[in-house]
């Protein structure tokens, strides 16, 4: 993470204001920062989102393409993630400095999606199906990636329109499809069972939310939980050199349980109205 | 990647001279190097040599899956490589900006000038087409590596032949040389790339430069042109320009070059075609390495201009006098601050005239040794007198003169090895040629 | 398809002459010390510019007379039509970043902070033809943002020629793709010179004289817009400017 640089009498003042409560924008330690999320910033993908979490920006884009489906799982379409780290968020991700942050995030957001069912994107069992290619772009960080980075991804998956297969046809033995060009002949994936992630980091001997880029370098341990909109989790990850009491975890993870059903609601209102301004809304992109 | 380090006197130095019209080996402004253009046994591969700058082609194909965009062409791809090989400057590796420059340059030239038939090259659509690939490998970077690098490519090309190609049902058959002739490439026009260098905000260009001149310039500008007069890609690097028409200027000057460029390629091209044709041995890339001179990268020696009378005469002097050929042009000016002094057979000193001396050194102190030659001392004496040898008064003349090459060389006989006392003060043998 | 037709429409709906339409801001961020995101047609781009501070890295690159400018182009992965495998590293960015630092390096005075170095970062989120031109522009909108002592404006424009005689300026990813010929000019609008100049394709020499121009009359223009841009952004963050209100 790019880490920001503190003296100890700053760490121990926000160590002490963790304890009671108080954080140093003055949020408690359950309170998210606001958030500002638009989709369909980007035309030359299938469906894209920005999200802002105060000083964290991200920006999402899935792009679709036919591909074949891996022989283990002939019935299913394909989702691949790439971060790319971008120099503009801190100079040190120039040029291949951000990679390992990037595979970080990439496997562990894998992971945390095996619950997104990838049935909806087969055409032809074995030798067709669809490949949602997931692109995360780092523009700046302020701590918190991975929540704003779950955030986004869900949103950039609500609003991608993947073509609809009009024909296809049986060419000796390999398959022909005809895909529809027409921009308004497109469905929707179903993204109920995509989680939401969730970081609770351990300050002291308390776990606050939402960490800015100065808390995450106060933080010893940071512990991640995948949600779903029905409150079931589907990953848990600890990040971090420090260790957690078992009793610990078991609280973070349930404050996260119930953080994580808030946020998918939340989010899921923020895009049926934007979905309800209707396509000829006004698109504001980075001009606001 | 190493900067090449030019020190401030050879930059002046350089500017000066071509504020004045001159360069340093002579050649006008618009003179070319010698080009030469050899080709090596298999279809496509030549050595293009322009000065002292050598690149090596090698144009190779195979089949491969087209483009999802464009199925019905085939692939083109063009390498350049400069490793350490080219010059001391560069680390092999690293990608570094000069390879990727030359690179693009050549892309644009090439590629996306659409100068080969690509559509020629489908065998199956959507399947299977030729790749060809051009290969360059940089020898030696001495200056308008651009320039040569795209004479070398195009020479290729134009030489390369891939095979012949028959579909059957299921799969292509790729037939040998002996089975069938190999099919050359389809070029529509013949471009080259022409690199300039600017001095001066551009009151002087230079075409050709050597690397030296590159690196000193202001402003450096690679135009490719055809033989058509068509431009397929221009770069211009350095600092700014202050009008276009300096551009357009360039334009024209390197569609005229253009032209004689690539008649030069296409002449050579026929010769080679005429050897294979006619049976002959085909001499190959062997005759690159037989070079008659020691170093393969051995410079022609600067053609300094003096322009005093004085001068002249005392050279004509020396010249009748030892009777070798010395590079020296002769021109009338009168400047009589310096004069030439002998001091010893063909060797001879620029001396100042004034009274000052101060920053134009003093004459030469170093005396000649009067007993030039050295072949017999050994067998004259045991011990021999040693004249006083102090650093300033002991030359050691190097005798280059005539056909032979060979050092002398002072042989030890065995009587003289065994005569030797060694209560005896040592001989100071004189040794001759190296040291 | 005919890039220009009869009534002189492109395939666009613009003139032969016309930009496409430009929006930015400045200081979009507050993390870099400036920053800029512009619109150029359906090309979008942002730009961020740290510095100048103390050179990264190995201290042996540091110039004793004038400031180290970095610079790196990338593309992300969704902004073209076919998905890009890898947004930096390949030929075509380090190509853009050489030329990027070339234009950059023309307008930035050097010689006011020896020692340090200037990163310049371009991300292009969408491209739609032009890329490098709306990378300069939104470059030299970072730099000012940022405060760094800037010569001029570099302002880069790309033109072309249609059907062998008509020429046009700022040309999109179709008519780059449909076979004319593109150059990128970057200029400095005020004072007329060229700092960076390249072209592809092919056209015959003739034609150079005019494409050219046109490419620099649509410098001057996009100059003005930025120009205004940056007026009106000044308006709004800063009051010590009232001088301005009367422009």
Known sequence: ?288 | MKELIVSTCEKNFIRQAVSQGKRLDGRKFDDLRKLDIKYGLEWGSCVTTLGSTKVVAQVSCDVQVPKTSRPNEGLLFINVELSGMASVHFESGKINDAEVKINRILEKCFRESKCIDLEALCIVAEEKVWNVRVDLNILNYEGNVVGCCSIAALAALAHFRHPDVTSTGEGIIIHSEAERDAIPLTIHHYPVAVSFALFDQGKHIIHDPTALEEHVSDVQLVVCVNSYRELCGLYLEGSSIKTVDLVVRCSSQAAKIAKRLVDYVRDTLQEDQNVRNSNMQVPGLVSCVNEDSLFALSQERLIIKLTDRELQEKIKELTTETEEKLDVEMKDCSNEDMKIVSTGPSSAELVSNLDVKVGLGDKNAWMVDEGGDYSSESENSEVELVQEVSRHEKVIQLELSGDSEEEEVTVLKPENLEQRDLSQKLPKKKKSGKK | MDLISDQGLRVDGRRAGELRRIRCKLGVYDQPDGSAYLEQGHTKVLAAVYGPHQIRGSRTKALQDSVVINCQYSMATFSTGERKKRPRGDRRSTEMTMLLKQAVSAVIKAELYPRSQIDVFLEVLQADGGNYCACVNAATLALIDAGIPLREYVVACTASLANGKVPLVDISHLEETMGGPNLTVAALPLSGQIAVMEMSQRFHIDHLEEVTQLALQGCRDIYKILDKAVKEHLLETGDFFPQLESN
């Open chain 1, 1 to 288: 993470m790019a880490s920001v640089l503190l003296n100890d009498a700053e760490k121990t003042f926000i160590l002490h204001g963790v304890e009671v409560d108080l954080r140093c924008d003055g949020r408690r330690r359950g309170d998210y920062r606001p958030m500002e999320l638009e989709t369909d910033v980007v035309s030359t993908a299938s469906g894209s989102a920005r999200l802002r979490l105060a000083n964290t920006d991200i920006l999402v884009g899935v792009k679709t393409e036919i591909d074949v489906p891996y022989p283990e799982n002939p019935e299913e379409g394909k989702l691949e993630f790439f971060v790319d780290c971008s120099a503009n968020a801190t100079p040190a991700f120039e040029g291949r400095g951000g990679e390992d942050l990037a595979n970080e995030i990439s496997s562990r957001l894998s992971r945390a999606y095996q619950s997104l069912p990838l049935a909806p994107l087969c055409i032809v069992p074995k030798q067709a199906c669809w490949k949602l290619y997931v692109d995360i772009l780092i523009l700046e960080c302020g701590g918190n990636f991975y929540d704003a980075i779950s955030l986004a991804v869900k949103a950039a998956l609500f609003n991608t329109r993947v073509p609809q297969v009009t024909g296809s046809f049986l060419d000796g033995g390999s398959v022909d499809l005809e895909v529809s060009d027409d921009p308004f002949q497109c469905w929707r994936l179903d993204i109920t069972k995509a989680p939401v992630l969730v970081t609770l980091s351990k300050i002291g001997d308390n776990c606050v939310v939402d960490p800015t880029a100065e808390e995450e370098t106060c933080s010893v341990a940071s512990i991640v939980v995948a949600v779903l909109d029905s409150g079931s989790l589907t990953a848990v990850i600890k990040i971090g050199e420090g260790s957690v009491h078992e009793q610990t975890l078991i609280e973070t993870i349930k404050t996260a349980q119930k953080i994580g059903v808030e946020l998918n609601s939340s989010l899921m209102t923020a895009l049926n109205q934007e979905e309800s301004l209707g396509p000829k809304r006004q698109r504001f992109g980075f001009l606001k």
